[in-house]
């Protein structure tokens, strides 16, 4: 399941998404989306996790947490619209 995280601290990096997420299970890759022209975190990225039951926990656990100082906004992504 592809998770969006939003409203995360611009200072968080892959590495720390990472590390929350896993305590819910395995976690298959990280995105953090930064701008193209300056590098810096959009305050928003992607968690993708095989095991639906476990993405879903950690969607629970997750959603309104305080991390690094800011309320986290998680939830099951949706398909990218189109342009």
């Known amino acids: 399941m592809n998770i969006y995280c939003g409203n995360i601290s611009y200072d968080t990096s ?3 998404l990472r590390d929350l997420f896993a ?3 395995e976690v298959a890759g990280v995105r953090v989306i930064k701008d ?3 590098g810096r975190s959009k305050g928003f990225g992607f ?3 095989n095991n ?5 926990e950690a969607i629970e ?3 309104e947490k305080d991390f690094m100082g800011r309320a986290l906004r998680i939830n099951e ?4 619209e189109e342009r």
């Open 36 to 38: 193209r022209d300056t």
């Open 23 to 25: 305590q819910y299970g």
């Open 77 to 80: 992504a949706r398909p990218r």
């Open 52 to 56: 639906d039951d476990e993405a879903k």
């Open 47 to 49: 968690v993708d996790m």
């Open 14 to 16: 892959e590495d720390d």
């Open 61 to 63: 656990a997750l959603n």
